[in-house]
Every structure is written in C-alpha cells, then in structure tokens.
C-alpha cells in the first residue's frame, strides 16, 4: 500500500544537473542566505563582525537587501519593528560574544510581544565548542546558553550540510504561535569554508497551527452565550494572529464591552458603542470588569499593566484564549484554552448564541464618562492636548512606535491605534531605546506609508547612532523625542516614593544640531506648534526629527489606593 506521506518529488534532469555542477566560489555562508531566500525572505538586518564575515560575504552573492545598523540591539529592534509589521520572521545577523549578548535586551522584547525574529550568529572555530577554553576571540563557555532563557528555541550547527535544516526548524519556531525570536549560531569555520553542496533552491517550514479544543470552545460559548454581564479584554494575541475582525464579531454578537490591553491597541475600533478603550490603569475599569459574570480574556496573560499591576479581582468566571502555555491560568483560574487567538475566536463565532442586551452601549458610555472625570480633575491639559496633536499629524494608517517615555505611558491608555497592528511599544520587556529603531525596520517592511517614533530624551540617546542608519537608506520615519532633561517617569516614581529623585537628571545634546549633524532634518518645536510641526515632517520624505522640550506628568495611579 502506498501512502501520501511516502511519495517523493523526484528531481527533474535541470535539477539534478544544477546540483551536480553547484557553481564555484560559494562558501557556508552562501548556504545560508540560500535558505533565507529559498524560505520567502526578502531582506536581513544585522551588523557584521570576524567570525560573521562568511555570511556577509555571502549577501554579494544573494538577492537580499540588507539593512545594517550601528549597535546590535538596534539591529534587534528593527528586526522587531520589521516582524511585527509583516508577520513574516525577520532575518537578523550577528556575530559572535559582545555582537551577539548586544543583541539580549532586544530578543527579550520580541520575546515579550510575540515578534517574530530569526537571529542568527556566529561562533568560534568548531574546535572551540564544547566549553574548552581554547582563547579564541569573542569565546564564551557556552553562548547559547545566554539565549536559552531568552528565546522560542537554540539551533546550533556544526557542519555545513546542518545550515538549512536548522534554519528551516528556527524558521517554523519563530512563527508558531506564539510568534517569537529564535537564535541559530554557526561556527566561523563552517561559514567560511567552501562547499560543494548543491545550491539551495526552496524551503518548506510552514508553522504548526494551534486549534483550540472542541469540547472547551463549546463550553465557553455555552457561559458567554448564557452570561448577563459578559465582557472582554482583548491583548497582543489578537493583533498578532490578525485576529481583530472576528473579535468584533463576537463582541457585538454577545453585546459584550470590550477593553484593550497597552499590547492590544487598536484590536478593537477605539469608537464603537461597546469599546471600553483602553484605561487598564484606571479603578473605574478595574471595577467594570470585575463585575462581569463571564470574562472572556483573548491573547492576553493578565500580566502588571493589564490587571492594574495585579490589583484585578475578578468574582466571575474567566475563559481565557491564550497560545503561550505558560501564561494560561497563570494568575487568575480559568476555562483555559490553548489556542491562537485567530482560531479560537473563530470556533466561538460558530457556536455561541446571540444575546439581546441593550443596556451595555450605557454601560460603557458610563464607564468612560468617569475615567475622564477623573483624568479632567488632575489638571493634565499640556499632556493631553500633546497627545491629541500627535493623533491629528499621523496619518491613520502609519504605524506608531513609542518607547518607555511618559508620553507613551498615556498613549497605552488614551492614545487611539485607528486600526490593529498600529501601535507598537516597548511594554513587553520595558528596555530603553525600542522606539526609533523599530520605526525604522518598520519604514523598511512598508515604505509607502510614513512611520512615527516617539521617545524620551533618555531613550533617545540609547538609539541616536541610527540616525546614520536612517540616513543611509532614507527611511521614512520622522522621529518626536520630548526633551524633558532626564528619566522624566523615574525621576516621577522617585518623587513619589522617597520625595526627591536621584541619577535621574541627564546632560544631553541639542537633538536638532545632532540630527542635522548627520544629515537629517530637525526643528524644535513647542506644543502649541506641535500639530503643524509634526505634520509637516511626516509629510516630507526620508528621516525626520521633531524635538519638544516639555515636561509632562503622569496621571495619578489608582492601584496604590
């Protein structure tokens, strides 16, 4: 009996003659970029080093436009910035010990948002392997080992003929849900050496999908059919399995609220009658969902900002749809669904009833009529109408991509996405410098659109070197840095709990004769010329760079009370 799986595409003579004859000259590193192309990839970040030099190499050779940065974190993040705009795994390489460790703080952020990143670095010699300390250049006992705790999964080589297979299994990791960074590292003399092994012509690493189970689908369509307070909150997982229309869906076939989390953003319409927005960090809110008899909680772990830094207790039921094992049920007990958001919500759209509920359009009005009595009542006019400035110059289908600065800690609340996949922040790891390199990995995926960075004159020097970087390739990214002369939210956090703050107050450039140092144009600006400033910058071509000098304040916290 024969099989499908037994069946065998058999090579034409072309085929076979092209693999008998590879051409001459091609190295490990020609196996690589092979396979990235052969897989559908189009373009490769990175920054080159020694024990790299095979692989760059290689790139004269292939199709691949590479983009090269100034520091491998920021590498890291443009990577980033490029697979979450695409969806599609972003080529990243590296060399071997301070290029690759560089790059950790960045992976830890793809970690914690689902990017998926294909990171793929040098090694020693082979002979170098194993942990003997043989004194080579970059040598670390076990370099993989630094990634282990970091990424989706490690994929070593360690002979020429292992390249595209261990790229194809890091390949299917990184977009299987949850999407991911990934780390695969080559040895010096594997990407160095010449190879007769034929010319690599395709890939195959479609990912592994996730369905939910049957029998817990039907059991959550049964309470959230049969609630009379259903709610939903929706996060990162929504947007990344490309999942908002079916939210929509659901939400307005149950009548349920639906509140983003600061990963979420945009997953829901910021404007529709059941859009609780996205004040996570309010009590009113809190509250609200709390109340709710069924919880339906979608692509999101209920991690620090999305319960109110855990101060969330819920007295109802909770049926969350998570794709990471890890974080199903991992604070709150659930109806735990394994599952991709995508696939889940669609099971759901299948089997749950239509409810009548024509109160919950009150509700939400309601509920947000209080969230702004609150903010209204601190006298935060400067941060808001600063806020509203930057919503009105970018364009509603540019993507946004903010760094740890006070101004996006209230874009994670009141900022509108105007769509999914348009709101990108550091949120998930929390590091520094995100901001302006993802923005440029994302001008890189789609130049048709401009893109936004938005970070603190703190975050701003992690990343200034890519100002070159922006430069070079012309990338349509303008650049709003809000100089508040320091690390504005700590310098706030320290205040608040010790009454004076310390090493929060930096020196720092004028921003606009450094931007222009390097060829890209810069104004300074004021609120009041914000709007006009900024739209101006977004609408001209190439890099750009908007420099506010304010000091702006944090809305008070309500899960200290």
Do not use: C
Not at 527 to 552: F, H, I, Q, R
């Amino acid at each position: 009996m024969t099989h499908d799986h037994d069946l065998v595409l058999r090579p034409t003579a072309a085929q076979t003659e092209a693999a008998l004859s590879p051409p001459p000259g091609r190295t490990g590193g020609d196996l690589v970029v092979e396979t990235l192309a052969g897989l559908g990839a189009t373009t490769v970040f990175g920054l080159p080093g020694q024990h790299a030099l095979g692989v760059f190499d290689a790139l004269r050779r292939s199709t691949l436009r590479y983009i090269g940065l100034r520091v491998e974190n920021n590498a890291a993040f443009a990577a980033d910035g490029y697979g979450r705009i695409t969806g599609e795994a972003a080529p990243l390489l590296l060399s071997t010990g301070p290029g690759a460790l560089t790059s950790l703080a960045a992976l830890q952020e793809a970690a914690a948002a689902s990017a998926p990143v294909l990171a793929i670095g040098s090694q020693v010699p082979t002979a170098g392997l194993g942990g003997g300390r043989r004194g080579y250049l970059h040598e670390l006992p076990d370099q993989a080992a630094s990634f282990r705790g970091v990424v989706k999964s490690v994929h070593t080589v360690r002979a020429q003929s292992q390249i595209p297979s261990a790229i194809e299994a890091a390949w299917k990791s990184a977009l299987t849900v949850p999407h991911g960074p990934v780390w695969v590292e080559i040895p010096q003399d594997v990407l160095a050496a010449p190879t007769s092994i034929p010319v690599v012509t395709g890939g195959d690493a479609f990912p592994d999908e996730l369905p939910p189970r049957p029998e817990l689908t039907a059991v959550a369509a049964h309470l959230l059919s049969h609630a009379a307070r259903p709610a939903i909150i929706a996060g990162g997982g929504v947007v990344r399995s490309d999942a908002s229309g079916k939210l929509r869906r659901l939400a307005e076939v149950l009548k349920a609220p639906v509140v983003t989390t600061p990963g979420g953003k945009g997953a829901f319409p910021w404007t529709h009658p059941l859009s609780l927005q996205s004040w996570m960090e309010d009590r009113h809110t809190t509250e609200f969902l709390e109340d709710a008899d069924v919880l339906l909680v979608v692509g999101s772990g209920l991690g620090e900002l999305s319960s109110n830094y855990h101060t969330f207790r819920p007295r109802g039921r909770i049926v969350q749809i998570e794709a990471d094992l890890g974080k199903l049920e991992s604070n709150h007990p659930a109806l735990g669904i394994h599952a991709d958001a995508r696939l889940a919500l669609q099971a759901l759209l299948e089997t749950v009833e239509e409810r009548e509920d024509e109160s919950a359009p009150d509700r939400v009005r309601d509920l947000l009529a209080l969230v702004a009595e609150r903010i209204a009542a601190q006298e935060l006019t400067l941060e808001q109408e600063v806020l509203a400035s930057v919503r009105t110059a970018l364009p509603a289908d540019s993507p946004s991509f903010w760094d740890m600065t006070i101004l996006a800690y209230w874009a994670w609340s009141a900022f509108d996405a105007k769509g999914p996949n348009h709101m990108h922040s550091a949120q998930g790891a929390g590091g520094l410098g995100y901001a302006f390199p993802a923005a440029l990995g994302a001008a890189v995926a789609d130049p048709t659109r401009p893109v936004l960075a938005v970070s603190g004159d703190g975050g701003a020097l992690y990343s200034v070197a890519e100002l070159a970087t922006a430069r070079q390739h012309g990338l349509d990214v303008t650049w709003l840095i809000v100089d508040d002369g320091g690390y504005g939210i700590l310098r706030e956090y320290m205040t608040d709990a010790y009454g004076e703050a310390t090493a929060t107050d930096l020196t720092r450039p004028d921003f606009t004769t450094l931007s222009e140092s390097f060829g890209v144009p810069a104004v300074r600006t004021t609120p009041e010329n914000l709007e006009a400033d900024l739209t101006k910058a977004l609408s001209t071509p190439g890099p750009s760079v908007v420099v506010l000098p304010a000091v702006l304040r944090m809305f008070a916290p309500t899960h200290l009370s």
